[in-house]
């Protein structure tokens, strides 16, 4: 027994959600959830009133059918392919364009577009950092202003010579 057979063999209804569903979905139990298809007969088969309320809901059903419906106008056709390209061709606010820019639209832009957009911070910061030493050393001498910037990229690695060669 698979899990929508044991879905639907679990599910009961009593009359008022009966007089919902009868509301909701018509008469004809076919357009009616599949869980709910095979509870009706069982309530139908035991209930006097639900029998009573399907026999009206069939009944304004076939009273639905029998009015014609129009053809919608030409001008109602406009409006409504209007408002679908209208919907369609909305624009993004500025974060959903930043964050679609972010993530990118092709395999290889999900890879490198992240990446980049991580690393800049840590570019920007290290940037911020060797002006900001340099500026607050002004009113030192120029030697130990220098042997600052000296330590710092020490400190950041960066005075390999193998790597500048």
Do not use: C
């Amino acid at each position: 027994m698979n899990k929508l057979q044991r879905k639907t063999d679990d599910v009961r209804i009593d009359e008022q959600q009966f007089a919902y569903l009868l509301e909701v979905y018509g008469g004809d139990l076919k357009r009616w959830p599949q869980e709910y298809q095979v509870a009706a007969p069982q309530l139908l088969q035991h209930s006097k009133a639900a029998q009573q309320l399907r026999q009206e809901a069939l009944a304004l059903d076939k009273l639905l059918d029998t009015v014609p419906v129009p053809p919608p106008s030409p001008w109602l056709r406009q409006r409504i392919l209007a408002t679908a390209r209208q919907t369609a061709t909305t624009t993004q606010d500025i974060w959903q364009r930043f964050l679609q820019w972010v993530i990118g639209t092709t395999p290889t832009e999900y890879l490198w577009r992240p990446a980049v957009t991580f690393l800049l911070p840590l570019g920007l910061g290290i940037l911020i950092g060797f002006y900001s030493t340099q500026a607050i050393d002004t009113n030192a001498d120029s030697q130990s202003a220098s042997v600052d910037v000296d330590q710092e990229v020490s400190l950041l690695g960066l005075d390999n010579e193998d790597f500048f060669e």
